[in-house]
């Protein structure tokens, strides 16, 4: 089975320019989540879909960050203008949720191996 | 806020046991995931819990306490390959939480 794919790997960019960032998250996952990992912390949600709705965006700063799902598969993440503090690994992951053994729904989520972005 | 608190670092010996702990608000809670992350890599799944108790999976187990917003990892038998981050997550509704994430060094 295919993993998340993400591209492109690396990104260097000065202040104030413009960058994408594409996921091909793992076929028949319904969700899909954007998250911002900078140096040293945990990854920071940035924004989760279901299928091409939006769950949660309520931590992307929306001045400046976008990001869309067309179709329910594909999504991209866009940041214009890029600041210095944008420097960090964007990691996309995809989860299909399932039932654990205590009937419970789990959602697992799969990561991508990121794009490591650094603005100069 | 939905804080979750683990040690920054940790070190063990080759061979030795080790506990990460995490802490994390209980209001909303809805399970807790480790995910164990190599320097430069991709997060990876390691174990779930929503029930408290200890889940067992090979040399890695992970403890829940509901009522005391408590969870640990255990890894037994460590290796050198096991040098990496630990991260606890946890599920409020449909949302995620990760932790800062736990830098473990296995010394020979």
């Known amino acids: 089975e295919a993993g998340v794919a993400q591209s492109p790997r690396y990104k260097i960019i000065e202040k104030r320019q413009s960058v994408a960032f594409w996921c091909n998250p793992i076929s028949g996952h319904a969700t899909l989540y954007w998250y911002q990992q900078i140096l040293g912390q945990g990854p920071k949600l940035l924004i989760q879909?279901?299928?091409?709705?939006?769950v949660d965006d309520s931590q992307l700063p929306k001045d400046r960050f976008s990001a869309e799902r067309l179709k329910g598969v594909d999504s991209t993440l866009k940041i214009q203008p890029a600041k210095l503090e944008d420097s960090a690994v964007y990691l996309c992951?995809?989860?299909?949720?399932?039932?654990w053994g205590g009937g419970a729904k789990r959602n697992i989520q799969y990561f991508g191996a990121g794009t490591r972005l650094s603005v100069l | 806020g939905q804080n979750i608190d683990q040690p920054t670092e940790m070190t063990a010996t080759e061979g030795a046991i080790v506990q990460i702990n995490c802490t994390y608000q209980t209001s909303g809670f809805n399970g807790l995931f480790w995910y164990q992350q190599h320097a430069g890599e991709a997060p990876t799944f390691l174990s779930y819990?929503?029930?408290?108790g200890l889940e067992e999976k090979g040399r890695f187990s992970s403890f829940l306490s509901r009522s005391k917003g408590y969870s640990y990892l255990l890894l037994k038998e460590l290796q050198m390959k096991d040098s990496a981050s630990y991260l606890c997550a946890v599920n409020y509704g449909q949302n995620f939480v990760f932790g800062p994430g736990t830098r473990l060094s296995v010394l020979p």
């Open positions: 992951a995809s989860s299909l949720e399932d039932y």
């Open positions: 819990n929503v029930l408290d």
């Open positions: 879909f279901q299928n091409n709705g939006v």
